[in-house]
């Protein structure tokens, strides 16, 4: 892992390496700044975690654009490169996702959704009075977006993976999301709408029920 942040360094989009700002039992996220001075996200699959490595499978599996192996640390390295696929689909898409620059190894680099080395707050982070009407009609449109458009299913989508910064939503964490064509992605959508629809209704808003939300989005 070194080694490869060495070299994106010396040969790639990394100029300075600053410190941890999200840590995790998955994944440690890093600041950085790129060759020409722009902030980055340098995040990091940590290769020892046997609980991640297990939790994953699901989702690498049944999807035709990856390979499941038995090799862990092979399988971290595939999880990156899903994120970065994932991210990529979405972005193209015009979904708002931290823009995927760089891949290698167990090491993903992407757009830094924040400013100065702090990261934009997630819903679940955000001030009370926050979270407004508008806030959840714009998550719901990032939803359609990732669902029609670019034909995914984030998977694990909560409070804690949707960023706001500078008024608009972003979809963060994608390494699990699968293609809509995936054997279990209707079991996904329905986990992600629920989890959603719970949360805004928590802050005392009147979101429209899950079974509404799915139906509007699998609409022809």
Not at 162 to 181: C, P, R, S
Request: hydrophobic share 40%.
């Amino acid at each position: 892992t070194v080694m490869a942040l060495y070299q994106m360094i010396n040969n790639g989009p990394i100029d300075r390496v600053f410190g941890a700002v999200k840590a995790g039992k998955e994944s440690r996220i890093y600041w950085a700044k790129g060759k020409s001075g722009e902030d980055l996200a340098v995040k990091v699959y940590l290769t020892s975690s046997m609980e991640f490595k297990k939790s994953i499978r699901q989702y690498i599996q049944g999807d035709p654009r990856f390979r499941d192996s038995k090799d862990h640390r092979k399988l971290i390295y595939t999880w990156a490169q899903k994120e970065f696929k994932n991210l990529a689909q979405a972005h193209n898409a015009g979904v708002r996702v931290p823009k995927p620059i760089h891949v290698s190894q167990n090491i993903l680099v992407m757009e830094f959704v924040g400013k100065g080395g702090e990261p934009a707050p997630t819903l679940k982070t955000l001030g009370e009075g926050v979270i407004s009407a508008k806030i959840c009609e714009k998550v719901m449109g990032m939803l359609e977006k990732l669902y029609r458009d670019a034909g995914l299913v984030h998977a694990d989508l909560s409070e804690y993976n949707v960023m706001v910064h500078e008024g608009e939503v972003y979809f963060i964490d994608l390494g699990q999301a699968v293609l809509k064509t995936h054997p279990m992605a209707d079991v996904f959508l329905g986990r992600d709408v629920g989890n959603l629809i719970r949360f805004f209704e928590k802050k005392g808003l009147n979101p429209p029920d899950p079974e509404s939300v799915i139906k509007w989005l699998k609409r022809q």
